[in-house]
């Protein structure tokens, strides 16, 4: 999008990251036009589009890498919660079939934090105070990557992300080539 913009000088893109459920209710409620989301379920309110699919990793400081009893190791650590924890924890536990953890809920372990800013969570993370559950996506961003482990049990877990705009409103013409960005 930046590079459609330098393209275009005039152009002025508003980007929002936020929670699942605020991007959804942004586009419901008209005061956001396109949404990029995981699975949704009232959908028969918008049309959605797959645009391809984001990795999750299991996020641990670098001192815990490879552990023996990971099941333990988390307990130990603590969970750093954020806005869409559990969605992920469900889905990478249910999805990694690892017998110890296949259906742990956020609730099973203790919690060591909460922070509701991407670019923040992976932070107390790195200093040993906590793990955590995130797109892989999230790691690449992060200036301190020596200081985590990625944990995926030798599998992939993954979900969907979807275009997502109210049903029956026309975006204006220009908007195909943001989403083909």
Known sequence: LVALQTQHPQLIIQLEVAPKKRIIEGVELGSLDLGIVTPFHNRDQFDSEVLGEEALSLVLPVA???TKNLAETL???GLI??????????????????NALANSQVSDFPKSGYINQLSQILLPVAQGIGFTVLP???LRHFPYPEKLWAENQG???SEKLFSLTKRHRQLPARYEVVRNC
């Open 64 to 66: 815990h890498a490879k």
């Open 75 to 77: 307990q130990k650590l």
């Open 81 to 98: 919660h954020h806005p869409d924890v559990a969605h992920y924890l469900n889905l990478y536990f249910s999805g990694i079939q690892l």
């Open 136 to 138: 892989t996506s999230a």
């Open 155 to 157: 599998q992939r877990v």
